[in-house]
């Protein structure tokens, strides 16, 4: 190839204007043969690029086919077979020429410009003053709030900033993400940014104050309407979980948690009135205990729901000064008598076990005496419950109840345990210090919820599961085997769906009141009545319980075990089938056949619409047309995606080809994806109407819209076959696709088993063997880990060194710990060596699964190595 030559080896005009010439015509992969040419002759590649760099103006910030973009992107390619060409082998005055020629670039560059600079021309070395004087650079000169951001965590000077000069103008700019970014590993700030939320939730706090030290920052209403108490404090709780900020330091979100609680203790007591007054009083005590603010509230909503006197009580009892009191309450204080000003603990009759004949006719009764119901507080009363419960062959109903902590931003934890069986009933006192986390009783409710042989019936396990995990850690440490357990939630979802089918199902019976739902309107479908749930808001910590709670603790329990014996006796007479354990499964399926079926119906009926109208087709079907990707082919790790949370799935498959993908959480909003897209210089992938406004957010063709109706491996087809994604086997499983890291180690059979074997994880290996493995195996079965006919598996990916795996810990240098527990102890007389990912500590194998994918792909594969 041609190059008018100068002193430096290659003219940059003539080199740039031979480019533009190809670049115009679209000549991309004679472009890109001229880069490469044009590069390798340069006597100083460094220099050169940043002429080029310079001569793209003006910069076409936002596009990814730019020609600024293009050319840094060749150069890191042509770089990965020159490393010769790096700043190690300059001399100090030109190494640091290049460097602050470089560092200006980054100015008005394109955010992908970033990384790659970065990289190159080791900015992380510079002098710390250079590096903080660009960051206010572009903070105070050219308003570039969210580039100074990104580039002060790229080149880790938080400690050296002011954190709120950084955070504040991104969080007005409602990007919160970014600044999360910025504390991420660093407590103290992380301490700081929630502090400094937390005061935006005081009553006192003005928007326009704060807008005010910001002239020149323009937001739209939008952005100024996100800086209110109500999301904020959202904000707030979700950060001082994420970073375990101890709830003391946001006592304004705490103080707004707690008042909308206590509005809705009114409104469920008073106004539905579906809470008792002894309750409600227990709840709102503990709740307002040493907070004027709260109680002051407190006598407001008393003046409007109850009385005046009542208001009076409450305001005498907590001393609230005259000034804060509402008009009438100190003239009723001044006119009761102090025995009249006493708050009398709420009285009654003494309880019975039998209840009253209104709730009777009214509600589901629990078919046993008293001397049936078990409270079971000491270790010995939970010998004999195991002996009763532990049964080959018995069903036990289960459920757990705690107590509701309103306002509070404590985990939930487990206060009782009802288990019931057909003639008693257990309730599991977990309050009592005798056997709350005594090694019997944990072990007792492991062995139970493990045991294949018992039947365990629960109505939406998941919750009391996670209540009871945050009451005994250990069960976090050492995770349950869940065996035997039916969840009649789904059940009840498939019966609701029988329902709506107009199958044969029980009349339920209109009462007054609220609507019924969950347990109690199962229990109300199948038996006639529903479940008296007055009690289930109460305080469940309390000892003695009352027998109206030791009732409907029982009750709730029992009431399982009566469902599952009408609805197994004639389960189609409810439309369900034969084995109520197939269910969860089923409806899982049925589940994802409806959703696809209705958006196939939305699509058709859109397509019906528009055709009357004679509309256009809308961007979803041209927007490949308008956004056609120009660039060259490229290898799966230069392709850098974020997937939208509705493309789980896609971004699952593009990891496991060797795409660097992040990807939404569920709870995220779609804006986010657009922030790391413009933060990291990667391309969104989505689906749906969110399409129209990411596109807005980023440069064109930035986004890509995938078609939801898809399944996830054909979308993955769609994405490599757009941006010409040359595909090889050695990109297969070459990135985790649980964390997107592309870094493994290499672990023997040998080192594996010595591993697991100081985790006490094979203490059963050869009973389990027995047990679950055919007896008529010979030595050369264990060898057939895969089919020897098969491809090499040799991924393209970066492997640790020996020294990265600490021997005593089992950790990696980023702290993940190897996930010894998932690899089956059986597995490992035929797997010979295994790959562990060091950013999150996953162990994978070798197996068939590596022949699935290669030949789920092997078109995209042919498809590849003909564009290459």
């Not at 019906?608 to 056609?628: G, H, I, L, M, Y």
């Not at 500590?841 to 590849?864: A, I, N, P």
Request: aromatic share 6%; with cysteine.
């Amino acid at each position: 190839m041609s190059l008018a030559g100068t002193s430096t080896g290659v003219d940059p005009a003539a080199l740039q204007e031979q480019l533009w010439g190809l670049w115009n015509r679209k000549e991309l992969e004679e472009l890109r043969q001229f880069l490469a040419c044009g590069f390798s002759q340069m006597q100083d590649p460094l220099s050169g690029l940043l002429d080029l760099l310079e001569g793209c103006v003006p910069v076409q910030k936002g596009k990814t086919t730019s020609p600024s973009q293009f050319i840094l992107s060749e150069f890191m390619r042509w770089r990965t077979s020159n490393p010769q060409a790096s700043l190690d082998v300059l001399r100090e005055e030109e190494r640091l020429r290049l460097q602050q020629q470089a560092l200006g670039l980054l100015t008005d560059s394109h955010p992908g410009f970033m990384d790659p600079l970065l990289e190159v021309y080791q900015l992380r070395s510079l002098r710390r003053p250079l590096l903080l004087e660009h960051v206010l650079l572009l903070q105070r000169d050219r308003r570039c709030f969210k580039e100074a951001l990104v580039f002060s965590v790229k080149v880790e000077l938080q400690k050296d900033l002011d954190m709120e000069k950084m955070c504040v103008p991104v969080i007005l700019l409602d990007k919160l993400s970014l600044a999360e970014l910025y504390v991420r590993d660093h407590p103290e700030l992380q301490r700081r940014l929630l502090t400094l939320l937390d005061s935006w939730c005081d009553p006192s706090f003005s928007v326009q104050a704060l807008l005010s030290q910001y002239p020149l920052l323009v937001l739209s209403k939008h952005q100024t309407d996100q800086i209110q108490p109500k999301l904020l404090s959202k904000h707030v709780f979700r950060l001082m979980e994420k970073f375990c900020i101890d709830p003391g330091l946001c006592s304004n979100s705490v103080y707004k948690r707690k008042l909308d609680s206590l509005r809705f203790l009114m409104y469920k007591t008073f106004g539905e009135k579906g809470m008792s007054e002894e309750n409600w009083r227990d709840h709102v005590q503990a709740m307002i205990e040493g907070n004027l603010e709260l109680q002051v509230q407190l006598v407001q909503l008393l003046v409007k729901h109850c009385s005046l006197q009542t208001a009076a009580q409450w305001a005498a009892h907590y001393s609230v000064p005259r000034n804060r009191l509402p008009i009438g309450v100190w003239d009723k204080i001044q006119s009761l008598s102090p025995k009249e000003l006493e708050m009398c603990a709420v009285s009654g009759p003494p309880e019975s076990w039998t209840p009253l004949q209104s709730d009777q006719k009214k509600y589901y009764q629990l078919p046993l005496a008293r001397e049936n119901v078990h409270f079971v507080e000491t270790l010995d009363k939970v010998e004999r419950c195991r002996e009763a419960v532990l049964k080959p062959g018995c069903v036990v109903g289960i459920d757990m109840e705690w107590r509701a902590c309103f306002g509070s931003v404590s985990p939930q934890r487990v206060a009782l345990i009802q288990l019931a069986l057909q003639d008693q009933v257990f309730l599991l006192d977990l309050c009592a210090h005798a056997n709350s986390h005594h090694s019997i009783t944990v072990d007792f409710i492991r062995a139970l919820l493990s045991d294949q042989s018992i039947i365990k019936l629960g109505y939406g396990m998941s919750g009391d599961l996670r209540s009871l995990v945050s009451t005994w850690p250990e069960l976090r440490e050492e995770p349950m085997k869940m065996e035997g357990v039916l969840d009649l939630l789904h059940v009840h979802q498939e019966l609701q769906r029988c329902r709506l089918g107009n199958k044969v199902c029980r009349s339920v019976e209109v009462c007054e009141g609220p609507a019924e739902k969950g347990l109690s309107l199962l229990v109300q479908q199948v038996l006639g009545k529903p479940l008296n749930k007055t009690e289930q808001l109460s305080n469940w910590e309390r000892r003695p319980l009352r027998t109206s709670q030791l009732r409907y603790a029982a009750a709730d329990a029992f009431c399982l075990l009566n469902v599952y014996l009408v609805l197994s006796r004639d389960p189609k007479a409810y439309g369900l089938p034969e084995d109520l354990c197939s269910i969860p499964s089923a409806q899982l399926a049925k589940s994802r056949e409806g959703k696809k079926s209705k958006e196939k119906n939305k699509q058709s009926k859109r397509r019906e619409t528009r055709q009357k109208a004679n509309e256009p087709q809308p961007v979803e079907k041209d927007c490949f047309k308008v956004s056609e990707y120009q660039g060259p082919t490229i290898t799966p790790p230069e392709l850098r995606v974020v997937c939208d949370n509705m493309l789980q799935g896609l971004g699952r498959f593009l990891r496991c080809l060797g795409v660097d993908v992040k990807m939404l959480e569920n709870t995220d909003d779609h804006k986010v994806a657009a922030e790391l897209a413009r933060a990291e210089g990667r391309v969104i992938l989505t689906a749906g109407q969110p399409y129209q406004t990411l596109r807005s957010q980023v440069g064109e063709g930035r986004c890509l819209i995938l078609d939801c109706s898809e399944k996830a491996r054909d979308q993955a087809v769609h994405v490599l076959r757009h941006f010409h994604v040359r595909l090889t086997p050695a990109d297969i499983f070459s990135r985790c696709q649980a964390c997107n890291c592309n870094e493994y180690f290499k672990l023997s059979r040998e080192d594996m088993t010595r591993m697991m074997k100081d985790r006490g994880l094979l203490q059963d290996i050869v009973s389990k063997r027995d047990d679950c493995e055919p007896q008529d195996e010979t030595p050369e079965d264990y060898n057939s880990w895969r089919p020897p006919e098969g491809p090499e598996f040799t991924p393209h990916c970066r492997w640790a060194p020996r020294t990265a795996l600490d021997p005593q810990t089992f950790r990696f240098p980023s702290g993940a710990e190897v996930q010894l527990e998932t690899v089956p102890p059986g597995l490992l007389p035929r797997i010979p060596v295994y790959f562990i990912c060091t950013g999150c500590g996953k162990v994978f194998w070798e197996g068939t699964h590596y022949d699935r994918v290669l030949s789920q792909f092997q078109k995209v594969l042919h498809v590849s190595e003909h564009l290459a």
